[in-house]
């Protein structure tokens, strides 16, 4: 079993920053991509970042320059450096990670969530 705990949401002022973490634990062989998504009222889930174990990034058009990830691979933890906030990044953001177990099975895990809140 494969555990993703966030942390890091909150509420701040429009301009402010926020960083989330995720932190992967269990029955874990390797870590691919990790990932973090959001989900907005009344939205679908949409990817915002994503990491390769190699350091490889992509963003969604609306954050880049303001939004980083980035990774420690001996951690198993993704993080997401957040400036520049506007009230149009609220939203609960999610992680994700595609790995193998130590079973040698591809799974993605998800972390519960964790409420970003942007006020203006």
């Known amino acids: 079993q494969v555990q993703l705990v966030e942390s890091g949401g909150g509420l701040v002022q429009a301009g402010g920053s926020l960083r989330l973490s995720c932190a992967a634990s269990?029955?874990?062989?390797?870590?691919?991509?990790m990932g973090w998504y959001r989900q907005g009222p009344g939205n679908q889930r949409d990817l915002v970042a994503v990491?390769?174990?190699?350091?490889?990034?992509n963003y969604t058009d609306s954050v880049k320059g303001r939004f980083t990830i980035s990774r420690d691979n001996a951690k198993n933890t993704a993080y997401l450096q957040m400036n520049s906030l506007k009230p149009e990044d609220t939203a609960v953001y999610y992680c994700?990670?595609?790995?193998?177990?130590?079973?040698?099975?591809?799974?993605?895990?998800w972390g519960q969530g964790t409420q970003v809140t942007i006020s203006s």
């Open positions: 990491i390769t174990s190699g350091g490889i990034t």
């Open positions: 994700n990670a595609d790995l193998w177990n130590k079973l040698g099975v591809r799974i993605r895990a």
């Open positions: 269990g029955s874990i062989r390797s870590i691919y991509t």
